[in-house]
């Protein structure tokens, strides 16, 4: 995971972001590039909702903007010892992106070129527009997505417990994570008995497989008793001292689970560890 790029907003969880990045880019010596993710109004709404303002004061504005998030993410970077790139071709180095379309479909396409996207995880306060950044990421990148909890660990992917729920979504994750896999001291493969699991390979399947990597992995199983399957995979996470959560998104219909809930819902709004996550 050589390129990580980091939607960069004002919100309060954008810091926890940033250093999970910096985490991630020296685990792996890796290139991080920020860019300002706003919302895109076409003219014309513009000119409706500003009255009073013209246009070139609102693209002043929108300028004005646009630098302080850049300001903010080059600060943080340098502040953190990462340099910019092409000083003396050191890594892990930074990079910024102005040229993008302000709407959450940049993420989508330009992700395409990507490792990875760093994004921080949905809480309460989470806008429309950081939902719909995460979900383009997730299903048009084609690439993995590490979701940022509220408080950045200490340390990323050196104890990894995966989610083997049978699915095809979990089997690709599986793949992306592979590099950090890898790298790490501890794998553990976790089936929830009793959880949302799908038709497919066991996972002493996924074991024997991992392990012909040359990935030594433990299985790991616990009961749902009365949790959902996503709280008691957060618990088992926080209970093995994992710093990476490696989870297949939205196995089940998207739709339903924004509406009626899921394991995928549940941790990206309630994991308190990085989580890996691919669609």
Known sequence: MKTILVPTQHVPTMTSALETAVLLARHTGAYIEGFPLRVAIPPYVVAELTAG??????????????AELRRVFETF????????SGSAGEHPCFGWRAAASEDESFIGSHGRAFDITVISRLDADSSGLHRRAIESALFESGRPVLLAPPAAPGQIATNIMIHWNGSTEQSRANAFAMPLLHQAARVTVLTVVGGQDVPGPSYDDILRQLQHNGIAAKPFSVKIGDRETGEAVLDAARAEGCDLLVKGAFTRNRLRQMIFGGATSHIMEHADLPVLMAH
């Open 53 to 66: 303002l013209t246009m070139d004061a609102y693209d002043a504005q929108r300028d004005e903007e646009v």
């Open 77 to 84: 970077m340098k502040e953190h010892g990462v340099p910019p």
